[in-house]
């Protein structure tokens, strides 16, 4: 999808300039251009979808007649009209904010009008409800960024936006009720779907539909976890979180355990060689699962180093499709959102996944008294196709000692 165009039919472009902003499924990406020329041609307006092998774009000499180009990509079965010339869009666009009314705080924008910012910049503005034509640029030409939009501070309400929606309190006591009244009718919000949220409800859907799940919860002592992660954050050069634990437990596991580090492919099922641990985050748009490739052969400090770079670049949408693609096998962890247990569904290709919930302190009997121990629960969720009851069990026996 084209999110918007950062030059107009007629622009010079540079090799190294930035031609456009484009949103993925996982991540909004520049697209920057290979050779210095004007742009002749756009074939896609911006908020529009891109078909695979639709030219977007076309740049080279000035006054070339790129209209065979054009023809043949339409003679090979793409549709793609010859698009609105994006100045036309542009002045559009300058004429509706002139007829608008003028905001409290000056716009931060162009002169055409449009507001320079980042893909990030503009996403974040819209999750925090702010009108990025406030916000004040720091970047080149006035670009706003995701620093701006962070140290983004409103003006304060006025004194009687503030009483219109201070209601004072009664004393109940020999008093009447007042009859309630809102302050406002029913109503609802439609939010169109991102390309993340579009596959996202179409893989786990394929998943929960067509692979028959069935779920393995086990209960694990980490009290020496525990102390063993005080001993090693003292030497690492990095904080080792449990999770870094649990990655490079399951990743051992796994080379005990073959049959659980595979994939359904239909006629056959498939045993991976190599074991590539993805860990599900949560970002605003959606979940992503950033993966760490061989995890087995990896230090904890070197995957806690690894886990902490990819999760920084999952939340400002950096990934590059090698970092969140090749998963063998997925850990989805709410332990650190209070959560005890739960179960998740299998993320393709994988034929598992494992939920781990929180550590929590429990009493448990100790010799002949009682004392405190940490648990954690953990929850396999197992493609019946490929792990049957017992492998998948077999798989947490070893987890466990681990």
């Known amino acids: 999808k084209i999110v918007s165009w950062n030059k107009k039919l007629g622009d010079f472009v540079k090799a190294d300039d930035v031609l456009a902003d484009v949103e993925t499924d996982k991540a909004t990406m520049e697209v920057v251009g290979y050779e210095e020329g004007t742009l002749l041609y756009v074939g896609v307006e911006a908020g529009k979808a891109a078909k695979i092998n639709e030219i977007i774009a076309i740049v080279g000499k000035a006054g070339t007649d790129v209209s065979a180009y054009v023809a043949a990509e339409k003679a090979g079965g793409n549709t793609a009209a010859a698009s609105t010339p994006v100045a036309e869009s542009e002045t559009a666009a300058s ?3 002139a007829n608008a009314a003028a905001p409290a705080e000056e716009p931060t924008a162009s002169s055409n009008g449009r507001v320079k910012a980042s893909p990030l910049a503009k996403k ?3 999750d925090k409800g702010i009108d990025i034509s406030k916000v004040n640029g720091s970047g080149d030409g006035g670009r706003v960024t995701k620093k701006d939009v962070d140290s983004y501070i409103p003006i304060a309400a006025t004194a009687a936006e503030v009483s219109k929606t201070t209601t004072a309190v009664e004393n109940p ?10 302050s406002s009718g029913e109503g609802h919000t439609d939010v169109p779907l991102t390309q993340m949220r579009k596959v996202i409800a179409r893989r786990l859907g394929e998943s929960m539909f067509s692979a028959p799940h069935f779920y393995l919860t086990m209960e694990i002592n980490m009290d020496n976890a525990m102390a063993a992660r005080v001993q090693l954050n003292e030497l690492s050069p ?12 399951v990743a051992l596991s796994l080379r005990q355990h073959p049959n659980v580090n595979s994939s359904w492919m239909t006629d056959f099922i498939r045993l991976n060689h190599h074991i590539h641990i993805g860990s599900a985050v949560a970002t605003p748009e959606g979940l992503i699962v950033p993966v760490i490739r061989f995890a087995d052969q990896k230090t904890l400090s070197q995957i806690a180093a690894e886990a902490k770079e990819l999760y920084g670049k999952a939340k400002d949408k950096k990934l590059q499709p090698q970092e969140f693609s090749g998963n063998t096998f997925t850990i989805s962890n709410l332990g650190m959102m209070d959560i005890e247990e739960f179960t998740a569904i299998i993320n393709p290709p994988d034929s598992a996944i494992l939920a781990v919930g929180r550590i929590k302190e429990t009493v448990v009997k100790k010799g002949d008294g009682f004392g405190v121990s940490n648990l954690m629960k953990l929850t396999l969720s197992c493609d019946h196709r490929t792990v049957d009851g017992a492998v998948g069990a077999a798989f947490l026996q070893t987890l466990k000692k681990y």
């Open 95 to 97: 004429q509706s904010t």
């Open 124 to 126: 974040l503005a819209a």
């Open 173 to 182: 006591v020999g008093g009447s009720v007042k009859p309630f009244t809102t």
């Open 238 to 249: 990095v904080k080792i979180s449990f999770n870094d634990f649990v990655i490079k437990a």
